[in-house]
């Protein structure tokens, strides 16, 4: 998998790690640093299920919601996608949970997918119809006639639709914060926004295309700001400037990314029934 452009990315004998499999549907992972583990969804099974490489796997939370995209906040609690809810909540301390939005303009959300913290706290998170649906969420029709990336701000009072020209997936901000990275899986595109001074998105365009299976699908960005994308046939990777630089192949078809470990080097792919992680010589961001 290395080639000149990746050598400083992951090495030759890099190997693909298969941690845990038996799964209908992986989805959402996201690693937590104080508790040494990784989160991420089982959709049709309605459950968010928790990793440890001494531990195994074992169920935080069910039901979830059927629960996709996960991410932390800047106070280290679990912001969770869910399709069946069709809203985004926050797992506190205590184990309760608060919503975080569920309706735009009075009307519901489609079902809330991905979702990224920026460090002011704002919340940006996609809403595609994926999960209209009573085998990944529930069955319903769509009460908003577009599919959105919204943020909502950090004191969680506004929620503000930043993007409706698409149909987003996936989404991750570049190291500085100044662009945002989305995936378009219906037209098979990662999409690169201008994120503005007051967390507004502008000048929507395609960054990279991925054709095969549905893809693209979840976004990540190293440290270096290079693009890990889950596409057809496993990790596809771009520098900033849309170069591609080369493929992690992965044994199933991937949805999501994330890093992890204790530098954040090891990059966590689920994949279908199974989750993977395979060392890299790069690392991303801290949250």
């Not at 030759?12 to 941690?19: F, Q």
């Not at 069910?62 to 106070?75: M, Q």
């Not at 999409?191 to 979840?218: C, E, H, K, M, W």
Request: charge should be negative; hydrophobic fraction near 40%.
């Amino acid at each position: 998998m290395e080639t000149d452009a990746m050598s400083s990315i992951i090495a030759a004998d890099a190997t693909v790690e298969k941690i845990a499999s038996g799964f209908h549907f992986t989805e959402g992972p996201v690693w937590d640093d104080a508790n040494g583990c990784l989160y991420f969804s089982d959709i049709p099974a309605d459950t968010i299920i928790r990793w440890r490489r001494d531990e195994g796997v074992s169920v935080f939370r069910r039901p979830s919601g059927k629960a996709n995209g996960l991410t932390r906040d800047r106070n280290g609690r679990l912001l969770v996608c869910e399709h069946a809810g069709r809203r985004v909540s926050r797992i506190e301390q205590d184990g309760s949970t608060v919503v975080v939005a569920s309706h735009y303009k009075g009307r519901r959300l489609n079902s809330p997918n991905d979702i990224v913290v920026k460090s002011s706290g704002d919340i940006y998170f996609t809403d595609p119809p994926y999960g209209l649906n009573p085998v990944y969420g529930v069955a319903a029709e769509p009460e908003l006639d577009f599919a959105g990336i919204y943020r909502v701000s950090a004191d969680g009072r506004n929620i503000v639709a930043v993007a409706e020209d698409c149909t987003p997936n996936g989404l991750a901000f570049s190291p500085d914060e100044k662009r945002l990275y989305v995936a378009d899986t219906e037209r098979n595109l990662v999409l690169a926004y201008d994120v503005t001074a007051a967390g507004n998105l502008s000048g929507g365009r395609q960054f990279a295309r991925i054709d095969g299976r549905p893809s693209p699908d979840g976004l990540k960005v190293d440290r270096d700001g290079n693009i890990f994308v889950s596409g057809e046939g496993g990790v596809w990777i771009f520098d900033p400037a849309a170069n591609y630089l080369g493929l992690i192949p992965v044994p199933e078809l991937p949805a999501n990314l994330a890093w992890g470990g204790v530098d954040r080097s090891v990059l966590f792919i689920t994949a279908r029934s199974s989750v993977y992680c395979v060392q890299t010589k790069t690392a991303g961001l801290p949250f």
